[in-house]
């Protein structure tokens, strides 16, 4: 899992270069902060990387699931995202079982999928269509895409943030007419 860590580290650091030609982040989390702080406190914040980190631990501490699996984690105002690909149900099942144990987390989407892992290509095509997605949402006057945090995943795109419904359902309206979007999972907690 390391090995294709850094491999994938190295692919989006050449892609982002190459393509915008300044820094880009793989999984968006790097921008969350700057992006989302009129929304979440600091506090959130700075919990939301806390409960990365804790389920991070919780999975790296099965060697089994962690040699075997590749599983990506965000959190978003104590909302746990779980992404990638494990072999096996019971694995899949295993990854949640560990994280749900763990104090503070309000609810878990497990969408790991029982396949193989995915091709650096896949995560490359996915890094793509985030930018176009959050491209998409930034260009929308009537939508302010700093609320919406976006993290793809084998051409799935999933919404996290504070929104009222009406920002979620624009969001998630601009997000199914970016080409190359399979479908659309929406995480986002409505507020008033």
Do not use: H
């Not at 746990?80 to 072999?87: D, E, M």
């Not at 290509?121 to 998409?136: F, G």
């Not at 895409?145 to 051409?155: I, L, Y």
């Not at 996290?160 to 659309?184: H, M, W």
């Amino acid at each position: 899992m390391q090995q294709r860590l850094l491999t994938q580290l190295i692919l989006i650091t050449t892609f982002s270069f190459i393509v915008t030609g300044c820094n880009l982040t793989s999984d968006n989390s790097d921008s969350e902060l700057k992006t989302t702080e009129q929304r979440r406190s600091i506090e959130t914040v700075i919990d939301d990387e806390k409960l990365e980190r804790m389920a991070i631990d919780a999975l790296y501490n099965n060697r089994d699931l962690w040699k075997n699996s590749e599983i990506e984690i965000v959190s978003f105002n104590k909302i746990l995202l779980l992404i990638g690909q494990t072999p096996t149900n019971s694995l899949k099942q295993k990854a949640e079982s560990l994280v749900n144990s763990i104090q503070g987390i309000d609810k878990i989407y497990n969408e790991i999928r029982v396949a193989a892992p995915a091709s650096s290509l896949t995560y490359l095509s996915d890094i793509s269509l985030t930018s176009k997605v959050k491209t998409a949402l930034f260009s929308e006057d009537d939508l302010d895409s700093t609320k919406v945090k976006v993290v793809t995943e084998d051409g799935e795109v999933f919404l996290l943030g504070l929104v009222n419904q009406r920002e979620a359902d624009k969001a998630i309206d601009i997000t199914r007419n970016v080409s190359g979007v399979k479908r659309v999972i929406q995480a986002f907690q409505i507020t008033p």
